[in-house]
T-cell receptor, first 115, second 115 residues
Framework: GAGVSQSPSNKVTEKGKDVELRCDPI?????LYWYRQSLGQGLEFLIY????????KSGLPSDRFSAERTGGSVSTLTIQRTQQEDSAVYLC?????????????FGPGTRLTVL | AQSVTQPDIHITVSEGASLELRCNYS??????LFWYVQSPGQGLQLLLK??????LVQGIKGFEAEFKRSQSSFNLRKPSVHWSDAAEYFC?????????????FGSGTQLTVLP
């Protein structure tokens, strides 16, 4: 079956604009994660969805960041009023369940550049 | 504070030589332990994981890792490196207790393989 897919693969935007990043997890995976990879901060957790439970938003860096997951499948990460420090690769991962020992499968990422 | 440390930012080895990448963690209880690899332009791929039991775990691509509780370490090894192993390697953990399910990553080790 298909792996985790993300779109777009690259996104260039101007400071102050809003962007939406999409993640399609592996079919049947109930857990979905967003991470961010940047030169200065390494790999950071952003948000976690598990089934119908309230998401764990503890990693979101500011209230400009939000995410939703519709129908327990596709997820969209939205960044409002983008800043240059938001430039990074945004990675999505999914796992079969929400246990800590479930393998997380990663997508190829969306490279966001804020000019 | 809970943390994952990869002391080596960059390692260079010759093709055919052995390899050891270091990872140390600081958690109250031994967390779930993972090693991921990221090749240029690729997503993160799981090499191996340790949850319990035998302290020497085998992974894909000929990699293995040894868990040492006394040293809070989970070092990655390969007996003979191939040019295709050049990539960035990340150690990651998920706490065994608590509600967190996301991976916490080390800062990564960049591996260069000389012909």
């Amino acid at each position: 079956g298909a792996g985790v897919s993300q779109s777009p693969s690259n996104k260039v935007t101007e400071k102050g604009k809003d962007v939406e990043l999409r993640c399609d997890p592996i079919s049947g995976h109930t857990a979905l994660y967003w991470y961010r990879q940047s030169l200065g901060q390494g790999l950071e957790f952003l948000i976690y969805f598990q089934g119908n439970s309230a998401p764990d938003k503890s990693g979101l860096p500011s209230d400009r960041f939000s995410a939703e997951r519709t129908g327990g499948s596709v997820s969209t990460l939205t960044i409002q009023r983008t800043q240059q420090e938001d430039s990074a690769v945004y990675l999505c991962a999914s796992s079969l369940g929400g246990s800590g020992n479930n393998e997380q499968f990663f997508g190829p990422g969306t490279r966001l550049t804020v000019l | 504070a809970q943390s994952v440390t990869q002391p080596d930012i960059h390692i260079t080895v010759s093709e055919g030589a052995s390899l050891e990448l270091r990872c140390n963690y600081s958690y109250g209880a031994t967390p779930y332990l993972f090693w991921y690899v990221q090749s240029p332009g690729q997503g993160l791929q799981l090499l191996l994981k340790y949850f319990s039991g035998d302290t020497l775990v085998q992974g894909i691509k000929g990699f293995e890792a040894e868990f040492k509780r006394s040293q809070s370490s989970f070092n990655l090894r390969k007996p003979s490196v191939h040019w295709s192993d050049a990539a960035e390697y990340f150690c990651a953990v998920v706490p065994i207790s608590g509600s967190a399910r996301q991976l916490t990553f080390g800062s990564g080790t960049q591996l260069t393989v000389l012909p």
